[in-house]
C-alpha cells in the first residue's frame, strides 16, 4: 500500500502542492486527477523520489521511501520521448540496466513484452524509424519491464489508436490484478471513471474531492436526469428547480436540487417541451470534475 | 556503482557510434598534421618557371659575377632558374639619370617585360645598397639567393683586388651559429629549440581545447534533449542525480582517453615516418595526467552549467564562455616559453581552470620541481571533487526546471538547497 500524509510542496512564490493526504491500496487503480497546473506532477515527483516535500511523508507497505526503492517503481511520465539514434532493444537494456535487472532478465523480458506488444519486429531498428504510436509502446515497456510494486501512468493513452489503447489498457489490469499499486493520472475523464476505483481530485495544489469514486457520485448527486426533446430547452437554465444544465441539441443533462420530485419537474417542462424519453442518471466523472473545479474556484 | 557504470556505458557506446564523433576523431588529426606540415609543403612549393630578373648595376662592377653565380641555380630538367638582364647603359654620371634609370626599369616590370629587378645602389668605395624591386610581394626565396650570390661576388672582388688568398673566403661565409641544448638531471643533453617547444606543448594545448569543446558540446546537446523529451525524469527516477552526473562524465572521459589513444597511435605511426618530432612524446606520462585531469574537471563544469540550459543556444554560449577560459593559456604561452618561471605563470598553474593547460606548457619548457607537480595535481583532484559537487547540486533542480534560465542568484539558491 502506498500512502502520502499531509504531502506539501513550497516553492518561492506558490505552493505547488497543499497538505494533501491519500492511500492507494494494491489491486486497484487509484485516480489523481485535476486541470492543468493543480499540482499532479509535483505529487508524482515527490513520490518517485525526485524532489523532496517541504513536509509530510510518503510510504510504501509502511516503509519511507528511499534511493533503493527506485528499482521498484515504474514510470511513465507524460512527454513521450527517447533517443531517437539508438536501437529499440538498447535502449530498453539501457532503462531496466538502471532497474538493476540481470542482462538475461532483461533479454527474457524485453523479448516477452516487444512480442506481447505487437513489436517484436522493430527490436533492431532505432527509435527514430518507428511510428508515433510504437513509439509509445517502447516507452511502456520501459516503464514495466522490471515487474515494478508500484506504476504511476500520465496519461497512459495518449496518443494510441483505440485499439492499442485496448491493448495499453489490458496490460495494465493485468498489472493491477497481480496486486501491483497503480496510480493513474490523467485528463481524459472517461478513462479514469471505467478504470479507477478510487480518485483524487487536485485544484491549486488542494484536495477537491477524494475517495471511492461510486460514493463521490452518490455524494455529488442521485438528482440528476437526461431528458430528449424536441424544441427549444434554452429557458431550463432559468427554472428555479435546476441547479445546472448541460444542453447537447438534442437531450439534456440537468441537475436538479435536492428537494425538487423529479415527476413534478417532468410535469412542469411537458407543458413547454415535447418529450421523447426521461431518465435518471449518474453524474459522470466529467460533470463531477468541471463542477467541483468551478465551486473550487469560485471560493 | 552498478547504476554509474550502466550511464557510463550508455553514453560510452551511444556516443562513439554519433556520426560527429567519427567526423571528430578523424577531422581533428588531419586537421592538426596539416597545420603542422603546411609550413614545409609550402616552401618547398615553387615555381617552375625561369624568372627573367633585371640588374641596375650603378657601380658595374658586379653584373658579371652575379650572372656567373646565378648560373649554377637550375630548376628540374636543367633549366636555368633565373635568367639575368643587365639594364645598365654602358656610362652613368648624374643622379638625375639614375633616377631616370630606375623609372624606366619600373615600367619595364609593370609592363611584364622582366619579374623583378636587383637595383645596387652605389655609393663610392665600398658602399652599397641594394634594392628587389618587384609590383608583388617579393618571393623571399629570391631574394636570399641574390643576397647570398652578391656577397660572395663582392667578397671575391675584393680579396681579388687586395691580393688575400680566396680559400680565406669560407671563414665569412660560413658563419657558426649556437646549438641550444637543454640539460637534465640524468646527464642526456637534448637538443631543445624554441620551435619543437612550442609545438609539442602547443600540440597537447590544442588537443585539450577542441576535445573539450567538442565533448563538451556533445555532452550538452544531449542533456538537452534529455530534457527537452522528459527523459531525464525516468533517469532520476531510476538513479540518483549524482549516479547519473558521475557515470555520464566517467563515460565521457573514457569515450576521449579511446579518442586520444587512436590519435596517439597515429601520432606515433607519424613519428616512425619522422613527420612528427619524437620530442612531443618525451613527457607523454605525466602530459597525459594533466590532460586526463583536465578534461574530468572541465566536463564537471560542463555538466552542471549544460542542466540549466534551456535551449540550444544557451548551450551554444556556455560553450564560447568556456572556449574563452580554454584559450586564455595561449596568450601567456608566447612569454611562458620566454621566461618559464615568471610570476604570472607560477599563479597561472595555481590556478584549477588554467592548471592543466599551464602545466602541459611547462613541462616541456624545463624541470617543474616534484613539488609543484604534486600541488597542482591536488589541486587539480580537489577542484573536480568541488565541481561535480556544485554541478550535482545544480544538476538535481536544474534538470527538472523547464521553461525560463535561471539566473545566479537561483543557481546560489539550488547550490544551498538541501
Redesign the interface.
Same mark, same amino acid.
Given at each position: 500500500m502506498l500512502s502520502v500524509k499531509n504531502l506539501t510542496k513550497e516553492y518561492k512564490n506558490v505552493t505547488a502542492v497543499n497538505d494533501i493526504s491519500f492511500q492507494v491500496e494494491p489491486g486497484k487503480i487509484f485516480g489523481l486527477l485535476g486541470p492543468n497546473g493543480a499540482g499532479k506532477t509535483t505529487t508524482i515527483?515527490i513520490i518517485?523520489?525526485?524532489?523532496?516535500p517541504t513536509s509530510g511523508i510518503v510510504s510504501f507497505e509502511d516503509k519511507p521511501i528511499t534511493?533503493e526503492f527506485?528499482?521498484d517503481?515504474g514510470?511513465l511520465?507524460?512527454?513521450?520521448?527517447? #533517443?531517437k539514434? /539508438?536501437t529499440v532493444i538498447?535502449v530498453i537494456n #539501457?532503462?531496466a /540496466?538502471?532497474?538493476?535487472l540481470s542482462k538475461n532478465e532483461i533479454s527474457k523480458k524485453a523479448d516477452y513484452w516487444l512480442d506481447k506488444l505487437g513489436i517484436a519486429n522493430y527490436r533492431d531498428n532505432n527509435i527514430e524509424e518507428l511510428s508515433k504510436g510504437n513509439q509509445q509502446k517502447v516507452q511502456f515497456v520501459?516503464?514495466i519491464i522490471h515487474d515494478p510494486k508500484l506504476l504511476i501512468l500520465d496519461e497512459p493513452f495518449s496518443g494510441f489508436d483505440p485499439i492499442n489503447q485496448q491493448l495499453i489498457r489490458e496490460t495494465i489490469l493485468s498489472f493491477v490484478n497481480s496486486g501491483k499499486v497503480v496510480i493513474l493520472s490523467t485528463h481524459q475523464m472517461d478513462t479514469a471513471e471505467k478504470l479507477c476505483s478510487d480518485i483524487l481530485l487536485l485544484n491549486k495544489g488542494k484536495e477537491v474531492c477524494k475517495g471511492n469514486l461510486t460514493k463521490i457520485k452518490q455524494d455529488f448527486g442521485t438528482n440528476n436526469v437526461k431528458i430528449e426533446f424536441e424544441g427549444n430547452a434554452s429557458f431550463l437554465s432559468s427554472l428555479p428547480e435546476v441547479k445546472s444544465v448541460d444542453l447537447y441539441g438534442v437531450y439534456a443533462e440537468v441537475h436538479l436540487k435536492k428537494e425538487v420530485k423529479r415527476a413534478e419537474f417532468l410535469r412542469k417542462i411537458s407543458d413547454k417541451l415535447l418529450i421523447n424519453q426521461f431518465s435518471v442518471i449518474e453524474p459522470t466523472l466529467n460533470k463531477i470534475f468541471i463542477d467541483a473545479i468551478n465551486i473550487s474556484n469560485k471560493k | 556503482m552498478n547504476k554509474i557504470l550502466s550511464v557510463a556505458k550508455w553514453e560510452f557506446w551511444e556516443k562513439i557510434k554519433t556520426r560527429a564523433f567519427l567526423i571528430s576523431m578523424i577531422v581533428t588529426p588531419v586537421i592538426i598534421i596539416a597545420f603542422a606540415m603546411a609550413p614545409t609543403m609550402l616552401e618547398n612549393h615553387e615555381s617552375e618557371t625561369t624568372k627573367l630578373v633585371g640588374i641596375v648595376d650603378e657601380s658595374g662592377l658586379y653584373f658579371a659575377g652575379l650572372q656567373e653565380k646565378m648560373k649554377e641555380e637550375k630548376l628540374p630538367g636543367d633549366l636555368p632558374k633565373y635568367v639575368l638582364v643587365n639594364l645598365t647603359p654602358d656610362t652613368l654620371a648624374t643622379s638625375d639619370e639614375n633616377d631616370q634609370l630606375i623609372k624606366i626599369s619600373d615600367k619595364k616590370v609593370f609592363n611584364n617585360k622582366i619579374n623583378s629587378y636587383l637595383l645596387i645602389k652605389y655609393g663610392g668605395t665600398d658602399s652599397v645598397q641594394l634594392q628587389w624591386r618587384s609590383n608583388a610581394t617579393a618571393n623571399y626565396k629570391d631574394i636570399s639567393n641574390f643576397e647570398k650570390a652578391f656577397n660572395e661576388v663582392r667578397i671575391d672582388l675584393k680579396f681579388k683586388k687586395e691580393g688575400i688568398d680566396p680559400s680565406l673566403k669560407g671563414l665569412f661565409t660560413n658563419q657558426v651559429s649556437i646549438q641550444p641544448i637543454k640539460i637534465t638531471e640524468e646527464g642526456k643533453d637534448k637538443e631543445s629549440d624554441f620551435l619543437t617547444v612550442f609545438f609539442s606543448s602547443f600540440v597537447f594545448i590544442i588537443l585539450l581545447m577542441i576535445m573539450i569543446m567538442s565533448s563538451g558540446g556533445m555532452l550538452v546537446r544531449s542533456m538537452l534533449e534529455e530534457k527537452s523529451n522528459r527523459l531525464i525524469e525516468i533517469l532520476v527516477s531510476s538513479c540518483t542525480p549524482t549516479q547519473l552526473l558521475t557515470g555520464k562524465i566517467l563515460g565521457l572521459s573514457l569515450l576521449n582517453l579511446f579518442q586520444i589513444t587512436i590519435w596517439g597511435l597515429i601520432g606515433i605511426a607519424l613519428t616512425g615516418a619522422t613527420t612528427i618530432s619524437p620530442e612531443i612524446f618525451e613527457n607523454i606520462g605525466l602530459d597525459l595526467v594533466y590532460f586526463v585531469l583536465g578534461f574530468v574537471f572541465y566536463t564537471g563544469i560542463f555538466v552542471g552549467l549544460g542542466a540549466t540550459a534551456t535551449t540550444e543556444q544557451e548551450a551554444q554560449q556556455f560553450n564560447s564562455y568556456i572556449s574563452m577560459i580554454l584559450i586564455l593559456p595561449i596568450v601567456f604561452a608566447i612569454s611562458a616559453i620566454q621566461n618559464p618561471n615568471s610570476g604570472i605563470v607560477h599563479i597561472l598553474s595555481y590556478f584549477p581552470l588554467t592548471t592543466p593547460s599551464i602545466m602541459l606548457l611547462r613541462l616541456n619548457i624545463s624541470p617543474v620541481p616534484l613539488s609543484d607537480i604534486i600541488i597542482t595535481i591536488s589541486i587539480l583532484i580537489v577542484s573536480i571533487i568541488i565541481s561535480i559537487y556544485l554541478s550535482s547540486k545544480i544538476f538535481k533542480i536544474g534538470v527538472l526546471s523547464y521553461g525560463k534560465r535561471p539566473t545566479l542568484k537561483e543557481l546560489i539558491n539550488w547550490v544551498k538547497e538541501e
Open positions: 515527483r518517485l523520489n525526485i524532489i523532496k534511493n527506485v528499482n517503481l514510470y511520465p507524460e512527454e513521450r520521448g527517447l #533517443y539514434k /539508438s538498447n #539501457y532503462f /540496466s538502471l532497474k538493476n520501459t516503464a | -
